[in-house]
């Protein structure tokens, strides 16, 4: 018999640590300062930690609320490299039983030498970042990784009975692609009776060890931008709940975050599943048929960071027991989109503090709820009434509504969105740059040193005087103008060394945000970033990058190119305020944008790209929400870029996505030049841009930076070639993938040196 599922749970929590013990101990690990027993420990401390701090927050020790969600890179990676998808470039990684150890796993996260690493790309809306798994007729599926079944033992032997998380195989099939292997026409899904399989042995392992629930992933259910029919999603779902429902050895929670499951719930209402779990932040109460599966209802919003209306999110609860008499609360999606814990933010202003729920606030308000729906609304009725007067008090909050902004948004006529013709465009910019066939540039940023941190940090500490502090950042623009030079770039950056996070350092110059200290939110692998919060009214009261891109064009007669963050991506990268609709604020953050870009225009810059990686990620995934969206990200970079001169070549820089199905909105965002993420896949867009007839500047990159490989000028060479077999070259520019931040100097110059000897080698091919 099925044990009782508990009445309030979390789909997952933070697993990085509170001061990014994780991030430091995995990069100690590839650094070789300690093995692997040493990061083990490190992990089994921080799962520890993550479960003792859960209790004390509300949830039960021995109920299964706690979900068993860690993972050292990426949960995706995770189930690849547990039934043995492992691409055939690595099969070398792995044992006589097809497990791969600590070692292994990384490389195929980060590559080595010559093979390259798994493709990364967006986890549906979010800016996290997952791992695409390779699969084909080849792919032997088989149960070869335990390291959840430990997880849990170790769970139980310090006294917790916790809940294993992983992704679900229709998921997992839907969001890999077609290895090297596979015939031109093959698709993962097909796999799915091969793998379930495995499925089942985990599950039957899992309640050996201890396990009284699961909880499987399948976002994928709710998403209509994976390229698949829904008919076949649909009937994959059916197959796999049947399968795994059938003679299940403990409870099966299927969890649907990001969105309304729509059609595919009546799908899972059929199976014999235990319990599903529904986003009703994202998606509404369903309707229609009852059921006695248990309704977790995701009411706690997992993907932003604001204390919410809990007498609404208890509305819902409740309006869920007319179509289940099963009914328990959740959060709406995993927490690992947020930060820890709004106590640990000394510096946020306390009456925006109040108005905010870190992971652990949520943690306690699934706890408020599930006591209410044990007790009724009367044994919540305080917790509530606080709430409802923490989102008046936001409402009525100084800066939240400024009506100057709001004025110039609504003086906006259709001008304030068009540059005019592109062909005018480029032959000004022809004359007024002079840049070679193939030109070259990098995406904006250089290597962040631990100097350039020391320094920022012991400015902030006030242990240094500006003065000082910017006449350090100057040399190191020096050094970097002077290292593209020689290089031979042929447009000059000037390396960033002032800006913490591309975010960040803009959120810190506009009013309408705030930053936090210790706010860190996973991005990918050992990543993390510290999203701002955007809470009211955005604009700019000064200029904030002039003052660098006019001193790095005082050091070359190349053409220097200025850095901003798009309005989209800087939305994307915050917790954006829920009060009002996103393409309002987008106006809002591209207006303060066009502000900027007139006074780097006016300052001489000739060159100025506007950074929109996140255009992608927002996507929504029900097709009846996305061209609404597409019309305001669009328009709003439109507005942000529309003020300058034809001379002024507008850049823009997209990565880390599948643009397939974005590519008639980066048409539409009119930028000279489009820089793009091509090269972790090979190309992989090219083929699209030429069947879009794409006809203004593009830039695929040619070096992956996500990864500490050295690509060789042969490498290059031949991406370079891929491009121009359907890019002309009059548009082609190349370039890295990414910014550098990331990355360490010895690899980023023998990079950009092979970059630069495959372009020259690309030029004089062409007669250059």
């Known amino acids: 018999m099925t044990a009782p599922f508990p009445t309030g749970t979390i789909l997952g929590y933070p697993r990085i640590g509170r001061r990014r013990e994780l991030k430091r101990a995995v990069e100690s690990f590839w650094a070789g300062r300690i093995d692997a027993a040493e990061l083990e420990r490190t992990s089994a401390e921080l799962r520890r930690a993550t479960r003792g701090r859960l209790v004390e927050l509300g949830l039960g020790a021995a109920d299964s609320s706690i979900p068993e969600s860690f993972s050292y890179y990426d949960q995706v990676l995770d189930t690849a490299v547990a039934v043995g998808a492992i691409p055939t470039r690595f099969a070398g990684l792995a044992d006589a039983d097809g497990a791969v150890d600590l070692a292994g796993y990384f490389t195929i996260a980060r590559g080595e030498g010559d093979r390259a690493p798994l493709e990364m790309t967006k986890w549906f809306d979010s800016n996290y970042h997952y791992l695409v798994p390779e699969i084909g007729p080849e792919t032997e599926f088989r149960l070869v990784g335990d390291r959840l079944v430990r997880e849990v ?14 992704v679900g195989p229709v998921t997992f099939l839907l969001l890999a692609k077609a290895s090297d292997e596979a015939p031109a026409d093959f698709a993962p899904l097909s796999r799915l009776e091969d793998l379930l399989p495995v499925y089942r042995e985990l599950l039957a392992r899992l309640a050996a060890a201890g ?12 998403s209509e931008s994976l390229g698949v029919d829904r008919g076949a999603v649909l ?64 009411v706690i919003d997992g993907h932003n960071i604001w204390r919410g209306d809990l007498a609404s999110a208890f509305a819902k609860l409740e309006a869920l027991r007319a179509v289940s008499p099963n009914v328990s609360v959740a959060t709406s999606t995993n927490l690992f989109h947020t930060p820890h814990d709004v106590d640990d933010e000394p510096n946020l202003d306390p009456r925006l503090a109040s108005w905010l729920a870190f992971a652990d606030q949520k943690v306690g308000q699934v706890a408020v709820l599930a006591r209410g729906l044990e007790q009724g609304v009367d044994a919540i009725r305080t917790e509530l009434d606080a709430a409802t007067a923490a989102l008046e008090d936001r409402r009525s909050a100084p800066g939240v509504r400024d009506g100057a902004v709001r004025d110039r948004i609504a003086a906006l006529g259709a001008e304030a969105f068009s540059r005019g013709d592109y062909a005018a465009r480029r032959a000004a910019q022809d004359v007024a740059l002079r ?19 020391r320094e920022r940090a012991r400015f902030a500490k006030g242990e240094i005087s500006r003065e000082e502090y910017e006449g350090f950042l100057e040399k190191e623009i020096e050094d970097v103008v002077a290292l593209q030079e020689r290089i031979g770039l042929d447009v000059i950056v000037h390396g960033e060394p002032e800006r913490n996070d591309m975010v960040q350092y803009f959120a810190e110059n506009l009013d309408g945000f705030a930053v936090t200290e210790n706010g860190w939110v996973q991005s990918y692998g050992s990543r993390a970033t510290r999203p701002s919060i955007l809470w009211g009214d955005v604009s700019r009261p000064a200029p904030i990058t002039v003052r660098w891109s006019t001193f790095t064009q005082g050091l070359t007669e190349k053409p220097v190119k200025g850095m901003l963050t798009g309005p989209v ?4 990268w915050s917790f954006v305020r829920d009060d009002q609709p996103l393409g309002e604020t987008a106006y809002q953050v591209a207006l303060a944008l066009r502000d900027e870009i007139a006074d780097l225009e006016q300052a001489g810059i000739g060159v100025i790209q506007v950074d929109e ?3 992608r990620e927002l996507l929504p995934l029900k097709k009846r929400d996305q061209d609404a969206y597409l019309a305001w990200s669009v328009d709003s970079f439109r507005l942000a870029t529309s003020g300058v001169e034809v001379r002024t070549q507008i850049h823009t820089h997209l990565c880390y996505s599948e643009f397939g199905v974005v590519l008639d909105a980066i048409d539409g965002l009119d930028a000279d030049v489009t820089s793009i993420e091509a090269a972790r896949s090979r190309m992989e867009v090219v083929p699209e841009l030429e069947r879009s007839g794409f006809a203004r500047g593009i830039g695929p990159g040619v070096y992956d930076i996500h990864s500490p490989r050295v690509p060789s000028v042969e490498e290059v060479g031949e991406l370079i070639g891929i491009a121009l077999e359907a890019i002309p070259e009059r ?20 990079s950009l040196e092979n ?3 495959a372009t020259r080698e690309a030029r004089a091919e062409l007669g250059a």
Not at 153 to 166: I, Q
Not at 740 to 746: Q, S
């Open 211 to 222: 396990a009284q629930w699961v909880q499987v992933d399948e976002p994928a259910l709710v």
């Open 235 to 298: 009937a994959a779902a059916q197959t796999a709940y049947e399968a795994l429902g059938q003679a299940r050895p403990l409870g099966i929670l299927v969890a649907a975050p990001y969105g309304s499951l729509d059609d595919a719930l009546p799908v899972l209402q059929a199976s014999p599943i235990d319990a599903i779990a529904l986003d009703l932040v994202k998606g509404e109460v369903p309707t229609g048929a009852g059921t006695e599966q248990v309704l977790v209802g995701g």
């Open 435 to 453: 840049l070679p066939p193939l030109p070259t540039t990098t995406i904006g940023s250089f290597p962040q040193t631990g100097d350039i941190r």
């Open 153 to 166: 033992e170790e769970a139980v032997a310090d006294g917790f009975v916790t809940r294993p998380v992983v």
């Open 731 to 750: 548009q082609l520019w190349i370039n890295p993938d990414c910014g550098l931040k990331t990355r360490g100097y010895a690899e980023t110059v023998a």
């Open 613 to 615: 990686p996140a255009l």
């Open 569 to 572: 991506t800087i939305l994307a």
């Open 755 to 757: 970059i630069l000897s």
